[in-house]
């Protein structure tokens, strides 16, 4: 082969290799401006309107004042608080996305991974997550021992 050959089937080679890099094969040619990060959050975009029975396995912890459940296939967890009432926050640190857990007896939440607490309605109490949780609004009817979580 010749030189000319060999740097003229280089020069194809890179650009059949750049063209399949940039149109989808490989992402180094996409934006990050651009392009939005996709939501961690199962049902991203949709609005948060769920109901729980409380008699359901899955929920009947919730029927306990201190105890809270993580829920599926929502971005929520939700916890009854020592009095009675419920509230329901996003499930996710602030931080680094890992899921939270309800601590009844200082009634925060707290991230596992860093150490990160919020308040009953999702303010930050230390870091290291700066941004509040989001904060779902609960109605329980009593008389079925039917909670709505809601946007």
């Not at 200082?106 to 308040?119: I, K, L, T, V, Y």
Request: hydrophobic share 35%.
């Amino acid at each position: 082969m010749k030189r000319s050959e060999f740097i003229r089937s280089l020069g194809l080679s890179s650009g059949a290799l750049m063209a399949f890099y940039c149109m989808g094969g490989l992402t180094a040619c996409s934006s990050e401006k651009g392009d939005p990060a996709p939501d961690k959050a199962p049902g991203a975009g949709a609005k948060v309107d769920v109901s729980l029975d409380l008699n359901s396995a899955d929920y009947s912890k919730l029927k306990t004042n201190g105890e809270f459940v993580v829920l599926k296939d929502q971005p929520v967890i939700v916890a009854r608080k020592n009095d009675g009432t419920f509230v329901a926050l996003a499930k996710e640190c602030t931080h680094q996305g890992t899921t939270i857990s309800y601590q009844a007896a200082n009634d925060r939440f707290n991230c596992p991974a860093h150490g990160s607490n919020f308040s009953a309605t999702g303010g930050v109490l230390n870091g290291p997550a700066t941004a509040p949780l989001k904060q779902f609004k609960t109605e329980f009817n009593s008389s079925t021992n039917i909670l709505r979580v809601y946007e």
